[in-house]
């Protein structure tokens, strides 16, 4: 699964109109003129162009409801929630009907992992907007992080009627399917977002992904290729390139992807441990060793790196040690079954039976 992000949205429209009629409502030309970059500009240069504005006292009601909603969108661009939160709870004080920034508003919850209360700013944002498609994709995106994959696809489902050419609603809804193990749903759906947006990486990451779920390596290959192309310093490609060359049993090629996703991500437990894979299946115990126990030092609850090493130490003729590390894979996963067997497996050698 992807990270799924959600759309920002800024007030340029509604901000230009408003520094139009600035001057009818008595403003300063300089409050004008920031109410204009508030609505225009982006970053740092929108907020402080926001807070003179807010500051100046000049507005009031909707039209101070409006740049606050705008600050509030550049604070979410920042991942500064809270700023914006607050923002935005200001702006549906000042004008309780305004959808925009409710979805802003949620967005900010959404970013804070508080998937529950964005969900509820998405729905009064739906309720006041019935054809905003942007609240849609983006409450679907919420219900996608808790795992609700229905109500997600039926949010995308309605993006996609309101917009047609919603390419980050057919994404999200690729995601979704592959989730649920509808390889081919979320093949249609990431081969129309790549139509409609083709210089996005993570679109084909991910079409990679569910390519080589249904077991097509090279299509997988090929996609992967192109996320790197679109983006080089995309660890992730990397590493997925990898542990498709590994399915192919092309060890030497998974091991150049893996060593160059750890170059960009030192921290990438996983290729870490999908290259210990690589080694094991070459017969490099050792070397296999090596990465696991930096899987172990980086995420000490990472089940799969103990079974892993596990299988290294059985097959280096150490049961003691491949007993031990198959205990803990299962006391981590204890609802997997070769986990059990390897300790039932072990331990008989263990005790000569």
């Not at 390519?211 to 390596?217: A, D, F, I, L």
Request: glycine fraction near 6%; include cysteine.
């Amino acid at each position: 699964m992807s990270t799924l992000r959600v759309l920002l949205l800024a007030l340029a429209v509604a901000l230009s109109a408003l520094a139009a009629l600035a001057f009818w409502l008595g403003a300063t030309p300089a409050a004008a003129d920031d109410v204009h970059t508030c609505g225009k500009a982006s970053g740092e240069e929108a907020i402080a162009a926001c807070t003179r504005a807010i500051d100046s006292g000049q507005y009031s009601g909707r039209q101070l409801a409006a740049l606050l909603n705008n600050r509030c969108s550049e604070w979410n661009g920042k991942h500064d929630s809270d700023k914006a939160i607050a923002d935005c709870s200001q702006a549906i004080g000042l004008d309780p009907n305004y959808a925009l920034a409710f979805f802003n508003h949620g967005n900010a919850y959404f970013n804070k992992g508080q998937y529950d209360r964005a969900i509820e700013d998405y729905d009064q944002s739906i309720r006041l907007n019935p054809n905003y498609a942007h609240a849609f994709n983006n409450r679907g995106n919420a219900y996608s992080n808790k795992g609700q994959w229905g109500h997600a696809i039926e949010d995308y489902n309605q993006a996609i009627r309101l917009r047609p050419n919603h390419a980050e609603a057919f994404y999200n809804r690729g995601t979704a399917y592959d989730a649920e193990g509808e390889h081919d749903r979320a093949i249609e759906d990431f081969n129309q977002a790549i139509r409609l947006n083709p210089n996005r990486a993570d679109m084909f990451y991910n079409r990679g992904i569910a390519h080589k779920r249904k077991g097509q390596y090279d299509l997988a290959i090929e996609d992967y290729d192109q996320a790197i192309r679109l983006d080089p310093n995309y660890a992730n490609a990397f590493n997925n390139r990898g542990n498709t060359y590994n399915a192919k049993c092309e060890y030497d090629r998974a091991i150049e992807d893996f060593n160059q996703a750890i170059r960009l991500d030192p921290g990438h437990f996983e290729a870490f441990n999908n290259r210990g894979a690589a080694y094991n299946a070459k017969g490099e115990y050792d070397r296999a060793i090596e990465d696991v126990n930096q899987v172990i030092r980086l995420n000490p609850n990472y089940a799969i790196a103990f079974y892993n090493r596990g299988i290294s130490w059985e097959r280096k003729n150490d049961p003691q040690r491949a007993l031990a590390d198959f205990r803990k894979f299962s006391e981590l996963a204890p609802s997997d079954p070769d986990g059990q067997k390897a300790v039932e497996r072990v331990a008989r050698a263990v005790s000569g039976r």
